[in-house]
């Protein structure tokens, strides 16, 4: 349902109000149906929740607004309205993926037939930026362990790597060496088989708006925002460490992992902090994002101050 | 004249934050529009001179001091929604960004150096300093440009062309005082005759 050809113009009148939609999440979690998808979905609902309830601070669901015209997203432009302002045709459609590397069932899928064999999920998720900002969003997607297995890596894939669209016809940002184009990013194995790692194809029950990285994208919880690579055209399997290119452009400010750390600033800011967007008063940044008690454990015995 | 200019980005300002026109970070959109103003009209302030010189439009001597004091202005209101909005008033944080951060460093001390000159700004502290010491304390917006400049460099991720336009306006218009510097005052006193001398008033 969530990839519609040909539905670039939905009435406004069939977009769900913010409130309804809540109550309907509540309703679902209340009927016990799709409690699983929820369930892995609640992030929200995890310690870290807990904690920032305690001081007073709720996660409540960033706007669509909001989520849709304060981006980063550079194949667009590098101001945060530029995606919002420059994307409007760009949706995503026809759309192929290119799979190879060590995996069993490498070639070029047309994207809906590759993910007609999936449901999409709903997972609510924050997002962290590097920069300090953050939301919280609700995600429609599938989770890439579950595509991953179904393309079958070998056991020489060691970890994914995946690129955006380069096509500065559609993607003015990329007429300017801004960044080294194409975007590439990349994730461990075992990050990329997490059960919270999601590729993504809506928010809020609409598929992905052009500002967003239509017509799939990453979705990393834990790990700063420019990790959730956008727009995928390639995903490999590959043995080494997959060059990544904020990695490549910066690389004492902006590391491979990326994981949200408090505790360790980025270069020219604090990163103990964060300002979630719609509000005033800056909040803590909880260690993984709030999402420790899931994935603390892939980093047990690395130094994160060295691979930050 | 140099109020109706003081109005403009306070008018673009009011009204973007009046129609939306800030989006959904009107913190962040104001502390990037306030920034811009400052940086922008010092580098008004700084051309003044040589544009006078160019088109021998003397009458443009008249804005400079006005549109310096509009920038320090707005770099103090920069700083002022910085310290209040965006730090909340953590103090400890705000220490330890102008200590630890070099692009927070540079501005802070842009706006260290344009505050004894907006505050010698007025008629009659021209005339108590006297041209000569004026001038020579007001040669400091040259380092101000500069560090402002740098502060804008420093602070950009990736795209850097735009602060790199700033800097090369700056040090164009360095390059073309700098047959006067302003700190040996004689050569000065006598190339800058057309600025309204109070002191000999």
């Known amino acids: 349902m969530l990839i519609r050809r040909g539905s670039d113009h939905i009435p406004s009148s069939e977009i769900t109000p913010e409130a309804v939609y809540l109550n309907r999440r509540k309703f679902i979690g209340r009927l016990g149906a799709g409690a699983a998808a929820i369930a892995a979905g609640v992030p929200l609902g995890s310690q870290a929740h807990a904690a920032s309830q305690s001081r007073g601070q709720s996660d409540e669901l960033t ?58 999920e709903e997972r609510v998720y924050r997002l962290r930026c590097v920069e300090a900002w953050s939301m919280v969003i609700p995600w429609q ?37 801004v960044l080294d184009w194409p975007y590439v990013e990349g994730l461990r194995m075992d990050e990329a088989m997490h059960p919270l ?39 490999s399997f590959v043995e080494e460490e997959p060059p990544t290119t904020w990695n490549i452009m910066a690389p004492q400010e902006y590391g491979f992992y990326a994981n949200v750390n408090p505790e360790v600033d980025h270069p020219r800011w604090s990163q103990a902090r964060e300002r979630r ?22 980093y047990s015995g690395m130094d994160l101050t060295r691979y930050y | 004249m140099a109020g109706v200019l003081a109005l403009v980005p306070l008018a673009n300002i009011g009204w973007d934050a009046a129609t939306g026109g800030l989006g959904v970070e009107p913190v962040e959109a104001l502390v990037r529009r306030t920034g811009w103003w400052a940086l922008t009209l010092l580098v008004v302030t700084l051309a003044v001179t040589p544009v006078r010189r160019v088109t021998g439009w003397n009458r443009l001597i008249q804005i400079r001091r ?19 909005i965006k730090q909340w008033f953590a103090l400890s ?24 000159l907006a505050a010698t700004s007025t008629r009659k502290s021209i005339r108590r300093l006297g041209g000569k010491k004026w001038r020579r304390l007001h040669w400091l917006i040259y380092p101000a440009a500069l560090l402002g400049v740098l502060h ?37 006193a006598r190339s800058d005759s057309a600025e309204p001398a109070p002191s000999r008033s």
């Open chain 1, 197 to 235: 790692t999601l590729l993504a194809v809506g928010i809020y029950e609409r598929p992905l708006l052009g500002q967003n990285g239509p017509p799939i994208r990453l979705v990393v919880p834990w790990k700063y925002g420019f990790k959730s690579v956008k727009s995928i055209v390639r995903i």
């Open chain 1, 63 to 120: 706007p669509y607004e909001a989520i849709t015209n304060y981006n980063n997203f550079y194949e667009f432009g590098t101001d945060k309205e530029d995606p919002a302002r420059h994307a409007g045709n760009f949706t995503g459609h026809p759309w192929s993926v290119d799979v190879n590397g060590h995996v069993s069932k490498a070639a070029t899928y047309d994207l809906p037939d590759l993910l007609s064999s999936f449901t999409p």
């Open chain 2, 152 to 188: 804008y460099f420093w602070l950009v991720k990736a795209d850097t062309r735009p602060p790199l336009v700033y800097a090369a306006i700056v040090i164009a218009l360095l390059m073309m005082r700098l047959d006067l510097p302003a700190p040996f005052a004689r050569k000065a």
């Open chain 1, 141 to 177: 997607g599938i989770p890439l362990r579950d595509v991953i297995n179904y393309l079958e890596p070998t056991s020489s894939a060691k970890y994914v790597a995946f690129q955006t669209l380069h096509d500065p016809e559609q993607m003015r940002g990329q007429r300017a060496r």
């Open chain 2, 66 to 84: 006005p549109v310096g004091v509009i920038s320090f202005v707005y770099a103090l209101s920069h700083f002022v929604i910085y310290v209040a």
């Open chain 2, 93 to 116: 944080f705000i220490i330890e960004d102008i200590l630890e951060r070099p692009f927070i460093t540079a501005g802070f001390i842009t706006l260290c150096l344009l505050t004894p």
């Open chain 1, 277 to 298: 967007v719609g509000e005033l008063r800056p909040r803590p940044t909880p260690m993984f994002n709030g999402y420790g008690d899931q994935v603390a454990s892939l």
